[in-house]
């Protein structure tokens, strides 16, 4: 079992930066895959960005690549998010999610646990 609290959203003005962190309960951790999702208003949740266990492989979704980095701290159970140049499209519950295992890191539907969201607005 897998537990995920998120934090650090916010609301930003269009261009600035936030980080967000997911900090993560259980023992194997480090051998998960973890994924950012978000979600607007009337919207499907989508995918963010991704990272495997050793921390090499990461993945984005086009519209934030180039604006975003995920990274992780096996050491604290923690990943993060960092969201640089923000636009008031970024707007939205930002989701971390975990996996033991992923075919296709973009699916919401290979996710096994999920946090709570956090709110992140970025104002125009």
């Known amino acids: 079992q897998v537990q995920l609290v998120e934090s650090g959203g916010g609301l930003v003005q269009a261009g600035g930066s936030l980080r967000l962190s997911c900090a993560a309960s259980?023992?194997?951790?480090?051998?998960?895959?973890m994924g950012w999702f978000r979600q607007a208003p009337g919207k499907e949740r989508e995918f963010v960005a991704a990272?495997?266990?050793?921390?090499?492989?990461?993945y984005y979704t086009d519209s934030v690549k180039g604006r975003f980095t995920i990274s992780r701290d096996n050491a604290k159970n923690t990943v993060y998010l960092q969201m640089n140049s923000l636009k008031p499209e970024d707007t939205a519950v930002y989701y971390c999610?975990?996996?033991?295992?992923?075919?296709?890191?973009?699916?919401?539907?290979?996710?096994?646990?999920w946090g709570q969201g956090t709110q992140v607005t970025v104002s125009s």
């Open positions: 990272i495997r266990w050793s921390g090499v492989n990461t």
């Open positions: 999610a975990a996996a033991r295992e992923v075919g296709v890191v973009e699916s919401r539907y290979q996710y096994d646990y």
């Open positions: 259980g023992r194997t951790f480090s051998t998960y895959v």
